[in-house]
């Protein structure tokens, strides 16, 4: 079938220029020419007479692992599967999954555009994959958002969406996070900024998964007797004490320590005691963190490991 086929898109494209040959019959070819068209028309991929229910769950398959996300553009992006034909297109714009995971890298890349200029084509696309998404829940990526704030770059209907964000990583400057709404649905947030200046995050009753880096871990205010997994990153021993003694729940720690020069590594007050916790990661850190150690109470058998350069 398929060699016959080979053969009728060949003819197709000899007879072109004979049909423009006076010394034959045009209407001869012609006629050739339509029965091998007819042909091609009649032939069913076997690929497309699969039930659109499977073929939905194929292209599923086909992208990273949720909450992992595709990239907007290119050959592993869905939106390639809505340029190979009309019944491809038809299922993917039909199944809500393929879009529910979205990164968006808002660093301009063009020479002499505007922030703004450069963001309207990430925020068209935001705002199709958002509404392709249905009602499904959302992991949203937001990066390299430098020279506005997110409240500039956030389209309405992204904004209205925050209802649906599951899973949200932020690397931001801090003062965005404040514009986004209510996030019922959260369940992991990864948030790092340059500056320290105050943020926080709204109405997050399923928030259970936190990693914070940068400037923002001390100034940040979360639901932190709800977590379960917590992940600090350059932050101080008493910030870091003061925020553990809010987070009773903690099944994994994972923190890397920073201080400045002067700065006390030893921290004095009642036994930090996390009654839950299963693991415990210290990872490059140049202090002596042995008095944290000694104050922290946990139960008989954690699983800890130490990482990097840790004296004692």
Not at 251 to 268: A, K
Request: hydrophobic share 40%; glycine share 4%; proline share 8%.
């Amino acid at each position: 079938m398929l060699e016959s086929m080979k053969a009728d898109r060949a003819l197709l494209l000899d007879s072109e220029p004979q049909i423009l040959d006076r010394e034959r019959s045009p209407s001869a070819l012609s006629t050739e020419r339509a029965l091998a068209q007819e042909r091609l028309d009649a032939y069913k991929y076997p690929v497309l007479t699969i039930p659109n229910e499977i073929t939905s769950e194929i292209f599923i398959r086909f992208l990273p692992i949720y909450p992992d996300a595709p990239p907007l553009t290119g050959p592993e992006s869905p939106t390639t599967l809505t340029h190979v034909c009309r019944q491809w297109r038809e299922v993917a714009l039909a199944t809500p999954a393929l879009w529910r995971a979205m990164r968006l890298d808002y660093k301009p890349r063009t020479q002499g555009y505007t922030p703004m200029k450069a963001y309207a084509p990430i925020q068209y696309l935001s705002d199709a994959w958002i509404r392709r998404s249905g009602s499904c829940p959302l992991s949203i990526e937001i990066h390299d958002c430098r020279d506005v704030t997110l409240l500039d770059v956030l389209t309405e209907t992204m904004a209205m969406a925050a209802a649906r964000f599951e899973h949200l990583v932020l690397w931001i400057p801090s003062h965005s996070l404040p514009k986004i709404g209510r996030m019922p649905l959260l369940r992991s947030l990864s948030f790092w900024a340059r500056d320290g200046s105050k943020a926080f995050a709204s109405h997050t009753p399923q928030l259970r998964t936190v990693s914070l880096f940068g400037g923002v871990v001390p100034n940040i205010a979360l639901p932190w007797a709800q977590l379960t997994c917590l992940t600090l990153d350059c932050i101080g021993i008493k910030s870091c004490v003061s925020i553990l003694r809010k987070t009773k729940n903690l099944i994994r720690c994972d923190l890397r320590f920073s201080f400045r020069w002067g700065e006390s590594v030893s921290f004095s007050g009642p036994d930090l005691v996390l009654p839950r916790l299963n693991v415990l990661i210290l990872k490059d850190s140049r202090l002596a963190v042995d008095s944290f150690l000694t104050a922290l109470v946990v139960p008989r058998s954690p699983q800890a490991r130490l990482e990097g350069d840790i004296p004692w």
